[in-house]
C-alpha cells in the first residue's frame, strides 16, 4: 500500500471536519464533492463570525479585540479559529491564497504545536516507478539558518514516519562530507550534527547505495530529503514534476497544532483531494 493510500484509508477512518475557505473556486467546490463522496473527510462551511472566534484570537493568541474581529472578517482567518475552537479538525486552503497568507492566518489563528519553533512544509512527491519521496522545504523558509533546518528536517522526519513508516531523512547540499566548504555547507553540516541526520550528502549519494558507499556517507536510501534553501526545494520539486513525471501533493504545513494544507495555485481536483488526505495523515 502506498502512502497515499495509506492516507486515504487513515482519512476514511478519521471522518475528520475540513474547512475549505476557497469554496468559490470550482477546484475547490469539486474536490469537496469527491471528499464527501469517497468518505474521505466532511467538508464543513465556512462559519459566520461568532464571539467564540474572537476569544479564539483574543485569549489563546493574545490578538486584540478589535484587530481580532478585522481579521475574522477574512476568510482564511475564520476558517483558522473554527480550527482553533474546534468547529473542524483541519484547514486546507492556497488555491486562490497566496502561501503568505496561509501561513499568516494559520499562525496567529491556530498557533504552532508545542516545542516547535519554526513552521515548514513539505511535498510528498510520488515517482512513477511507484517511489514516494518528501522534499523539504519547498514552499515557506528561504534561507533558514542551521537551527531552524534542523527545526525542519525534524519535522520533517515525523511527517515522513506518519506517511513513509519509516523515515530516513538526509540534509542535501553541493558538497558530500567534508569535501567542501562555505556558508551553505556550513549550515546543512552544522544541522546535520545537531540532529544526527546524514548530511552534508549530495542528491545522488542520498538516493544511490553505490555512490553512498563510494562518497563514505549514509547508505544512499533517504526518503526524506531536506534541501538548503527554498531556492534549492521549490526549483528541485518543479524539475521533478516537469522532467521525470512527478505527481507533487502539498505543500503541506508542519508545526501547527492542527492540520494545515497549503495548495498550490496550479493544483488539479484530484491533487486537493489528495493533499487533503496527506494533511490528515498528520493530524
Given amino acids: ?12 477512518e478519521r471522518n475528520a471536519r ?20 469517497d468518505g474521505i473527510c466532511e467538508p464543513v462551511a465556512l462559519g459566520d463570525n461568532t464571539e467564540a472566534y474572537v476569544a479564539a484570537l483574543v485569549e489563546a493568541r493574545g490578538v486584540k479585540e478589535a484587530l481580532a474581529r478585522r481579521m475574522l472578517s477574512r476568510p482564511l482567518f475564520r476558517a483558522a479559529a473554527m480550527v482553533a475552537v474546534g468547529e473542524a479538525d483541519a484547514m486546507v486552503a492556497g488555491a486562490v491564497a497566496s502561501t503568505k497568507k496561509v501561513i499568516e492566518a494559520a499562525s496567529i489563528g491556530i498557533g504552532l504545536a508545542d516545542g516547535v519553533s519554526v513552521a515548514s512544509s513539505f511535498f510528498l512527491m510520488r515517482f512513477p516507478d511507484g517511489r514516494e519521496v518528501i522534499f523539504a522545504d519547498c514552499g515557506l523558509n528561504v534561507d533558514p539558518d542551521a537551527e531552524a533546518l534542523a527545526a525542519i528536517a525534524q519535522a520533517s522526519e515525523r511527517s515522513g514516519a506518519a506517511l513513509l513508516g519509516d523515515a530516513r531523512v538526509a540534509l542535501l547540499s553541493f558538497s558530500t ?14 544541522a546535520a550534527e545537531a540532529t544526527g541526520f546524514v548530511g552534508p550528502v549530495q542528491g545522488d549519494a542520498a538516493l544511490n547505495p553505490r555512490v553512498a558507499e563510494k562518497k563514505g556517507l549514509g547508505a544512499g536510501d533517504a526518503n526524506v530529503l531536506v534541501f538548503p534553501s527554498l531556492d534549492a526545494g521549490n526549483i528541485a520539486y518543479k524539475l521533478a514534476q516537469e522532467l521525470a513525471g512527478a505527481q507533487a501533493l502539498g505543500p503541506i504545513l508542519q508545526g501547527f497544532r ?4 497549503d495548495l498550490s495555485r496550479g493544483a488539479t481536483v484530484q491533487d486537493i483531494v489528495d493533499a487533503t488526505a496527506v494533511s490528515l495523515a498528520l493530524g
Fill in 18 to 37: 475540513v474547512v475549505l475557505p476557497e469554496m468559490e473556486d470550482d477546484r475547490i467546490a469539486a474536490a469537496a464533492v469527491t471528499l464527501r463522496a
Fill in 258 to 261: 492542527k492540520p494545515v494544507c
Fill in 1 to 12: 500500500m502506498s502512502a497515499l493510500e495509506r492516507a486515504i484509508e487513515g482519512a476514511k
Fill in 177 to 190: 562530507g567534508a569535501s567542501g566548504a562555505g556558508p551553505s555547507v556550513d549550515k546543512v553540516r552544522a
